[in-house]
């Protein structure tokens, strides 16, 4: 009765027989043209990250006459001051920080991180003609650049603003300034060099930071995407992209640190382009076996290897693990009906 049974419920588990699952065995990578520039992509990638870090912004400032900022020196107000207008301008500016009022709509218990990483490196020149006693003035104006503004009202502000530009004009004062991509991201920009407000528009900050995340996002891409085309358009993209960043962010403030960048995104773009040309003729000489004598004339040992390689390697291992999942699937199959 038992095997009268058996026979019913279908085939038993000594009916199937597995195959064997062999080992893949773990061959020796190919280098394919296709692989040498995705390790080039990676490459130019890590070194874009590392780039941040270096000076971004590299830019001589100068105060012209009507309290603005100007790239160029012979826009500079280069008229000396007397004691007496020295005098002046620290009185107005220390008049200003006394005035300043309180916004009632500022959070007050916001926390103030004190960053480790500086917003800029400054460096001032101030222009004093002889005899001329300016310390408690530069002492006035180091006062009111450490003011955070954010906590005062708009008016105010304004005034302390005007203020500042009004000590540093009477002070001839230029600054050099440098600030790299990072420290562009932590907070601050240029204005902030002669004691301006340092809030940014959003638009500006999507541009400060794409120039963080594009690279960071590349490495991605040109790590985990070994077969297909999404590194490449993404190459594509991202330096397409990055440089018209640099050019609306930095320019005309470029420092060494843009500059490299310029050049290895220039690189990157013609990777991108290379790969799209390396991996169309690889999957041809793949798909096209036959046609091996034909290749061969210009890399023999290049064409032979690569067919062999992804043409007959891996289809057979791609077979052999399909005999292994369907006589797992009978054996899972016959068990169920057996239930």
Not at 106 to 112: E, T
Not at 121 to 141: F, P, Q
Request: proline share 3%; hydrophobic share 40%.
């Amino acid at each position: 009765m038992k095997e009268e049974k058996e026979e019913k419920k279908g085939i038993s588990d000594s009916d199937v027989e597995i195959p064997q699952k062999k080992k893949r065995k773990k061959k020796k990578e190919l280098i394919t043209p296709t692989r040498i520039i995705r390790y080039t992509m990676i490459a130019v990638y890590v070194l874009l990250v590392f780039f941040l870090s270096s000076p971004y912004i590299s830019a001589s400032l100068y105060i012209k006459e009507d309290l603005t900022v100007s790239f160029f020196a012979d826009e500079a107000y280069s008229k000396r001051s007397t004691q007496e207008e020295i005098d002046n301008a620290e009185k107005e500016l220390s008049a200003a920080i006394d005035s300043l009022e309180k916004n009632p709509d500022a959070d007050v218990n916001v926390y103030k991180a004190t960053l480790s990483l500086p917003t800029a490196e400054y460096d001032w020149t101030y222009h004093i003609g002889k005899d001329i006693k300016a310390d408690k003035l530069v002492e006035t104006i180091d006062k009111a650049k450490d003011i955070d503004r954010r906590y005062y009202t708009e008016e105010s502000v304004k005034k302390l603003n005007d203020a500042t530009l009004n000590a540093q004009k009477a002070l001839c004062a230029t600054v050099n300034i440098k600030q790299s991509a990072l420290q562009l991201m932590v907070g601050g920009s240029v204005s902030e060099s002669y004691g301006g407000n340092t809030s940014a528009s959003i638009g500006r900050y999507i541009l400060i930071y794409a120039l963080a995340f594009l690279p960071v996002i590349g490495v991605f891409f040109a790590t985990f995407d070994t077969r297909r085309h999404l590194k490449n358009i993404y190459g594509f993209i991202c330096s397409v992209l990055a440089l018209l960043d640099i050019i609306l962010l930095i320019y005309p403030m470029v420092g060494i640190g843009s500059v490299l960048s310029i050049f290895l995104y220039l690189l990157l773009f013609f990777l991108s382009a290379l790969g799209f040309y390396a991996k169309q003729q690889e999957d041809y000489i793949v798909a096209h076996p036959e046609k091996e004598a034909e290749f061969s004339e210009k890399h023999p040992q290049f064409v032979k290897a690569l067919i062999n390689y992804k043409s007959a390697t891996v289809p057979e291992q791609r077979k052999r693990d399909r005999d292994y999942s369907s006589a797992q699937n009978a054996k899972k199959h016959g068990r169920s009906r057996k239930n």
